[in-house]
């Protein structure tokens, strides 16, 4: 039995994935740690794949469990992370954050299956609108002209 089939065989389960076909939101569930959480939703996405914003109060907390739902989902799974500021004039700053958060917006744009984990803080930072953000994308294909 694969291991996102094993929470079937419980009716809380059962009774919450039914809820959430229904259409019925929020749905509020309690589990004792991350792994849990993550194994519960990485469940529900398999039953019903779709869009999903998970929101934690600490980066450290969107981290930790976004690493747990990654090992369920693999891709599916991404990490919207907070920007770094920088008080001071430096030569070289890295775009390694800026990048990663233009990739998760990508994913939402075009995959419908994407499960996006994040803090509170990296939230209400501010990203480039998505309608902005999409009307200026460019695809490149490798041979075409």
């Given at each position: 039995?694969?291991?996102?089939?094993?929470?079937?065989?419980?009716?809380?389960?059962?009774q919450i994935t039914n809820t959430i076909v229904r259409g019925v939101s929020p749905v509020n569930v309690l589990c004792?740690?991350?792994a849990q959480k993550a194994h519960f939703l990485?469940?529900?996405?398999?039953?019903?794949?779709?869009?999903a914003l998970v929101i934690l109060?600490?980066?450290?907390?969107?981290?930790?469990f976004y690493e747990d739902?990654?090992?369920?989902?693999?891709?599916?799974a991404q990490l919207?992370?907070?920007?770094?500021?920088?008080?001071?004039d430096v030569d070289s700053v890295s775009r390694e954050t800026v990048?990663?958060?233009?990739?998760?917006l990508y994913e939402v744009l075009n995959n419908e299956e994407v499960i996006?984990?994040?803090?509170?803080?990296?939230l209400f930072q501010y990203t480039v609108p998505p309608k902005v953000f999409a009307s200026n994308m460019l695809n490149f294909k490798l041979g075409a002209i």
């Open positions: 039995m694969h291991i996102l089939n094993v929470l079937r065989e419980s009716a809380e389960f059962n004792s740690n991350t990485a469940s529900l996405m398999h039953e019903k794949p779709q869009k109060n600490s980066d450290y907390e969107a981290k930790k739902l990654k090992f369920f989902l693999g891709v599916r919207f992370v907070r920007k770094d500021y920088i008080y001071h990048f990663s958060r233009l990739l998760v996006v984990v994040t803090s509170i803080e990296a």
